[in-house]
């Protein structure tokens, strides 16, 4: 058997105006777990969509165990054994997990579908990876986490040779990423051979052998993970050398500008106490479900809070709707940037002026030249990179959609910005922008209250760290005493 299970040969993909991947080369071990990193737009979906036969390339040689292979559709690309996981999930909701893990190649028996024999294997499957998840569940109802398994289970389901993950950690919580961590351990374990993207570099030490940097298109390096250190990937990956990860600047602290007491929403929250002052990053830890963002929702208005109080600037407040909030000054960059935090359809432009409609209307009548003016300037300010103002946001990558997320509330001028998870999936050149911004507005007297389940992030950007469990408050940190250890102690 060949050394190398996979070889790619000077493959080459162009889009219009844009060559997507430029005579790339590089092998992968067989047995390997294999990371293939890059900032945004380096190639490295449509890399794995060429190898996966969803787009062909323009020349170059794609090879699986030796052997020239050039897959005109997915399903060639399957039945070779290249099973992928997507960066958007391609589950039907509607149907259940059996049905999903067996879409498209269901088992039969006497001509009849044989959904015991099928439900039987998808529950062997779940079990071999040591997930209960019911298979007959429809998939709308389950949590990001357990879709991702299903969708696991369906790439594995075909005797894969190699499984290839688009960002499968993006939106995992560090519990059910351990658990990812898990899984693909035992696979690879097994014989399976993994090609595994991700923009979190703790996982590609944590979890690879082999890596593969793409920078805007091309290849750079592929590297055995040892002999990789932090700085020189992000360095490789950036193209420069990124000083700080963190370049976290303090300010002098202002007066308390939000304070809530005694918080509470049955259930959920229990007399929740915290304080924010101007200049100062306050940042939330906690797992998943542990009432971070349910906090953030009760003081912003947008959930119904049983008892407590919320003072801006020392003056009693209760803020009945997220309006009323936005319109004392508060903001928020939203954990799910895809659903609420920009109208992916709505111009680059329109999500800018969202919330801002009072600034572009002049004598009653909306100004779309005021409207393209504040646009201008903050996509200049902020280096957004799109096409013009009038593209759509849904067409922007993950670090400018955020970055058009906070634009907003830059432009509506709020005092204290909430930001639930501002990093996640976005590429750390875009990462290293969205901290420089964080310390640009706490400079000029606002508050940042940063949920993040990043503790390097936490520990990095954050001022005061408030740790959260079970819907209360178990500890706070000052940014000098704050370690990995210590918040973990405090989560659990
Ligand atoms: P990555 O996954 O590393 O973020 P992609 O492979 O998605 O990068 O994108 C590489 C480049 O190709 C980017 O400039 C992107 O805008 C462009 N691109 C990707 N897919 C398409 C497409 N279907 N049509 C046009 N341009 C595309
Ligand atoms: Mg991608």
């Not at 499984?163 to 919580?173: H, I, K, Q």
């Not at 990095?460 to 102690?489: C, F, N, P, W, Y």
Request: with cysteine.
């Amino acid at each position: 058997m060949d050394e190398f299970i996979l070889e790619i040969r000077g493959l080459t993909k162009s889009f219009p105006g844009v060559r997507a991947l430029d005579d790339v080369s590089f092998s992968v071990r067989r047995g390997a777990v294999h990371a293939l990193v890059g900032e945004n737009g380096a190639g490295k979906s449509t890399l794995i969509k060429t190898l996966a036969g969803i787009y062909q390339a323009e020349s170059g040689e794609i090879l699986i165990n030796g052997k020239p292979s050039a897959f005109k559709t997915p399903h060639e690309a399957r039945l070779a054994g290249i099973s992928v996981v997507h960066q958007e999930f391609k589950l039907s909701e509607p149907l259940s997990v059996t049905e999903n893990v067996f879409l498209g190649h269901l088992a039969l028996k006497n001509g009849f579908v044989d959904w015991k024999t099928m439900r039987k294997k998808t529950r062997e499957m779940l079990d071999e990876i040591g997930i209960s998840i019911d298979v007959d569940e429809t998939v709308a109802n389950l949590p990001v986490a357990k879709k991702q398994i299903v969708e696991i289970c369906k790439a594995i389901n075909l005797n894969a040779q190699i499984l290839v993950m688009d960002e499968p950690s993006a939106t995992l919580t560090v519990k059910e990423q351990e658990i990812l961590f898990n899984i693909i351990r035992k696979l690879n374990a097994g014989g399976l051979t993994v090609i595994y993207i991700s923009h979190r570099l703790e996982e590609i030490f944590d979890l690879t052998q082999s890596v593969t940097v793409l920078r805007d298109g091309r290849h750079v390096d592929t590297l055995p993970t040892k002999d990789m250190d932090r700085k020189k990937l992000i360095s490789m990956m950036v193209g420069r050398e990124l000083v700080n990860e963190y370049p976290k600047e303090t300010v002098e602290f202002g007066d308390v500008i939000l304070e809530v007491r005694g918080l509470c929403r049955k259930g959920v929250l229990e007399n929740i106490n915290a304080r924010v002052r101007r200049g100062e990053i306050l940042g939330i830890a906690g797992l998943v479900g542990s009432g971070r963002t349910e906090t953030v929702r009760a003081i912003l208005g947008i959930d119904k809070i049983d008892a407590g109080e919320i003072c801006l600037n020392g003056e009693k407040q209760s803020f009945k709707t997220f309006r009323r909030a936005i319109k004392n000054g508060l903001g928020l960059v939203p954990e799910d940037r895809k659903s609420q935090g920009v109208v992916q359809i709505l111009a680059v432009k329109e999500n800018i002026s969202m919330v801002n409609i009072a600034a572009i209307i002049r004598a009653g009548i909306v100004r779309p030249a005021l409207e393209n003016k504040y646009a201008e300037e903050y996509v200049r300010k902020l280096r957004i990179q799109t096409a013009s103002l009038n593209t759509q946001a849904l067409f922007l990558s993950g670090g400018n959609q955020q970055k058009v997320v906070i634009a907003k509330w830059l432009l509506r001028g709020s005092d204290v910005i909430f930001m639930d998870e501002p990093t996640r999936g976005v590429d750390v050149g875009a990462k290293a922008e969205i901290y420089a911004l964080m310390n640009e507005l706490v400079k000029q007297g606002k508050a940042i209250v940063m949920i993040s389940s990043e503790l390097p992030e936490i520990i990095g950007m954050s001022d005061r760290i408030l740790v959260m469990h079970e819907g209360k408050i178990t500890g706070e940190l000052s940014r000098g005493e704050a370690t990995q250890e210590k918040i973990m102690a405090l989560c659990v």
